[in-house]
């Protein structure tokens, strides 16, 4: 518990070193779109709400205890259940009539093709 304390005490800004911040996602993102993957274990899909606002995007669900574990007495308990809420500003606009979503193997995968005022475009150049 004291190693953990040390960690967590170790911050490089808004989350800490060894952050618990539910669900862990990675983002990514190519020429066209971003892609956001989630942790989800244990989550089924029509408990989820993703909507995308003002460049964030928010990410909310619940995460159910099956009724045998409620009897249950732990002697750790690491994972959680309950309902959770993420939301992460966007590094770039979207087209968010675009944005789909897919739920397998408890990993949420987000799809969201950037606007096109926010994809790279060439420039040419003129010569006099």
Do not use: C, M, W
């Amino acid at each position: 518990q004291e190693v953990d304390r040390l960690f967590n005490g170790f911050s490089t800004g808004t989350e800490p070193f060894l952050s618990r911040v539910y669900p862990a996602l990675n983002v990514s993102e190519d020429p066209d779109s971003l892609y956001v993957r989630a942790e989800l274990p244990g989550v089924k899909a029509e408990s989820l709400e993703i909507s995308v606002v003002e460049g964030r995007l928010l990410i909310k669900g619940e995460r159910k205890i099956a009724a045998e574990e409620e009897k249950t007495g732990y002697h750790r308990r690491e994972r959680e259940a309950g309902i959770f809420r993420r939301t992460l500003a966007l590094p770039s606009q979207v087209n968010t009539g675009k944005v789909s979503a897919s739920l397998k193997n408890g990993v949420l995968t987000l799809v969201l093709p950037k606007a096109e005022e926010a994809k790279p475009r060439k420039i040419a150049v003129k010569a006099d």
